[in-house]
């Protein structure tokens, strides 16, 4: 089981604005990372930090946090970005191991 | 631009042990954990574990019995060793450049470099 909890699925019409989420104790103390997957490809960086995007990185995306959620926000989306997203940390234990949430299938319709 | 460039072995019979390279080109190796993923087909991303510069490490306990990851600093290469492989092993190996540290308030922690991923299966 995963120490960050994403829903399985998320769904969004095109040009409309979709909030994906991740949930979980280390994120009290750390930014989520974003990671956006597309299929046989390897993940991709599309927000770290507070709220910061890769060179390269539409600014439709961006990213939010509060308490033990953090939210990956696309405004406008695109068919391009229905893919699966990652958050990523580091776990609560204290002990700096690295903690993948469960990923979230985004379509776009 | 930095790009890592992953290779091993991508077929393995149960007991053997998989050992995968990845290697870093254009960048810095020092200030960074360099790390492994896996994506066993159909399924979600997997931390197994990372190496600084200096080889501390840092293992997913799941794995910690049977995973080496080792460091190369004179070829800036980084090594996975993972063994007594069984079926569950079979996955898209992949290798990252991951930066940790704290700002204000928060840490922060992130993977912004991927290598194009390893298939690796497992079968007798």
């Known amino acids: 089981s995963s120490e960050l909890t994403q829903d399985p699925a998320v769904s969004v019409a095109l040009g409309q604005t979709v909030r994906i989420t991740c949930q979980g104790d280390s994120l009290r103390s750390y930014y989520a990372s974003w990671y956006q997957q597309k299929p046989g490809q390897a993940p991709v960086l599309v927000i770290y930090g507070k709220n910061n995007r890769p060179s390269g990185i539409p600014d439709r995306f961006s990213g939010s946090s509060s308490g033990n959620t953090a939210s990956l926000t696309i405004t406008g989306a695109q068919a391009e970005d229905e893919a699966d997203y990652y958050c990523n940390s580091r776990d609560s234990s204290g002990n700096h191991l690295g903690v993948f949430g469960g990923g979230t299938k985004l379509t776009v319709l | 631009q930095v790009q890592l460039q992953q290779w091993g072995a991508g077929l393995l019979k149960p007991s053997e042990t998989l050992s995968l390279t990845c290697a870093v080109y254009?960048?810095?190796?020092?200030?960074?954990?360099w790390s492994w993923i896996r994506q066993p087909p159909g399924k979600g991303l997997e931390w197994i574990g990372e190496i600084n510069h200096s080889g501390s490490t840092n293992y997913n306990p799941s794995l910690k019995s049977r995973v080496t990851i080792s460091v190369d600093t004179s070829k800036n290469q980084f090594s996975l060793k993972l063994s007594s492989v069984t079926a569950a092993d079979t996955a898209v190996y992949y290798c990252a450049r991951a930066l940790w540290g704290s700002s204000t308030l928060y840490y922060y922690y992130y993977m912004d470099v991927w290598g194009k991923g390893t298939t690796v299966t497992v079968s007798s």
């Open positions: 254009g960048g810095s190796f020092s200030g960074y954990y």
